[in-house]
């Protein structure tokens, strides 16, 4: 795994030191001497990580901090604080800045490897999502672009804390309780199962439970879809810095050593929250991104991209099978009428009321689509052109016999519809072409006076 490394400090045999460490590890690594330089590299995208010196001259590390954290643009940007205070305070002065992560000078290379490759790996993910959601944008999508994705809370989390030993955990209860509601898991396998079950913002796991490898517990949270994306903080002992690697490596998030400090941890978690619930954010306007694009926005039902996707996979299925298919094509008779007369308003009224009817005459593995205007489409599987005609006609009489409202209720007009049928021909027949069949028997159907299903005589 590389990264780009911003290292930000006034003395440059420090620079050099940690520009020495970090490439040996195979990371790009960047170079500021001052606040300001600092920004202006992050501002411009140059970096993925920033390893910042907190004692500069004029602006010192937590106001770049700071300013990093308050730009939108730059706010997700991963940033360690370096510093040779060693005062638990400075630690948490430097979470609450904004800080992602904390090192204390002269610095362990174990924690430089494995702050730097935890906050590497967070980056990577982060910015996949950011990038399917800038895609919403590029799509016409706006209201889910990321400019609407705030800065997530970091209050009231649900923390799971997997340890055997009561004055260990006690403490994390304490230091934690009263900010978060804290669920204390003494068996691991116990917890994996809670975990799995329940909705947690972290799981806190002592690596040194009895009788357990705590990073077996790491490995299958990592395994399993309902737990994959939580936090893991381990909870680690002097001398166990071989595990923590190969916890990094297994995906776990942070560490914190004994003897723990309550300030500390309040701060590591608090910053760990924080970051699941913006990529909670990231995911789920990725979610509304994917379903807008196969989604007609008006009506609710799929939209023609989503059925030229499926279509061909339902026709295999029916060939493979050797099972019927049929389609559905429908217009509203005379909707150009009813905008003109009533009012593009009462027409978008008018096509949201026609697909809830239509949503309520299909099954479950029916697929309804509206193609565009006030033409749908129903595909129907292991259904016959007999079959078929019949639920067309169904839905005829019933959007006949009763009038839509328009106007928020005050008004309901009358409103018919015509269909044509069409199924599979063959093992040589296409998606296109039962449209065209389709499209024609609708055509016939509107010639002949409308408000009728035509079936397909082919």
Request: with cysteine; aromatic share 4%; glycine share 6%.
């Amino acid at each position: 795994m590389t990264a780009r490394v911003l290292v930000v400090d006034d003395i440059e045999a420090n620079v050099k030191l940690l520009q020495a460490r970090l490439m040996a590890e195979y990371f790009e690594v960047l170079t500021a001497s001052n606040g300001p330089e600092a920004l202006e590299i992050c501002q411009r995208g140059k970096c993925d990580i920033v390893l910042l010196d907190v004692m500069m001259p004029g602006m010192d590390g937590y106001e770049v901090c700071k300013r990093l954290k308050a730009n939108r643009k730059t706010a997700h940007l991963p940033v360690i604080m370096v510093t040779a205070l060693d005062q638990p305070s400075d630690k948490v002065k430097g979470l609450e800045a904004g800080a992602d992560d904390f090192l204390s000078k002269p610095i362990n290379d174990l924690a430089l490897q494995t702050r730097v490759k935890s906050l590497a790996r967070l980056k990577m993910a982060t910015d996949e999502l950011h990038l399917r959601v800038s895609t919403g944008h590029e799509l016409g999508l706006d209201n889910i672009s990321e400019s609407n994705i705030g800065l997530p809370s970091d209050h009231a989390g649900r923390v799971l804390v997997v340890d055997d030993r009561a004055p260990s955990y006690e403490a994390m209860v304490s230091a934690l309780g009263s900010i978060h509601t804290v669920t204390v898991v003494t068996n691991p396998q116990e917890a994996l199962f809670r975990a799995a079950d329940e909705s947690f913002d972290l799981v806190i796991i002592s690596l040194a439970i009895e009788n357990f490898d705590a990073l077996r517990l790491c490995s299958q949270l990592r395994s399993l879809d309902r737990t994959r994306l939580v936090p893991l903080l381990l909870v680690a002992n002097e001398g166990d810095e071989a595990s923590l690697i190969r916890g990094i490596d297994l995906g776990v998030n942070d560490y914190i050593n004994r003897p723990v400090e309550k300030n500390e941890l309040i701060a590591r978690s608090k910053t760990q929250i924080r970051r699941k619930r913006l990529n909670d954010q990231l995911r789920e306007s990725v979610q509304t991104t994917m379903e807008m694009a196969v989604k007609d926005s008006l009506t609710g039902l799929n939209n023609r991209r989503y059925f030229d996707s499926h279509s061909e996979n339902l026709i295999n299925k029916a060939i493979v099978g050797e099972k019927p298919l049929s389609l559905v094509v429908f217009d509203i008779d005379f909707f150009k009428n009813v905008n003109d007369t009533y009012g593009h308003l009462a027409g978008d009224d008018i096509l949201k009321n026609f697909a809830s009817r239509l949503n309520k005459n299909v099954r479950s593995e029916d697929l309804a689509c509206r193609f565009g205007g006030e033409e749908f489409v129903i595909a129907m599987p292991e259904t016959d052109v007999a079959l078929a005609y019949v639920v067309a006609d169904r839905m005829r009489r019933e959007i006949a016999a009763h009038p839509f409202l328009i106007d928020g209720g005050k008004q309901q007009i009358s409103v018919t519809v015509s269909a044509g049928v069409s199924s599979l021909q063959g093992r040589d027949d296409t998606i296109e072409g039962m449209i065209k069949r389709a499209d024609e028997a609708l055509y016939q159907a509107k010639r002949s006076g409308r408000n009728q299903v035509i079936a397909d005589a082919a």
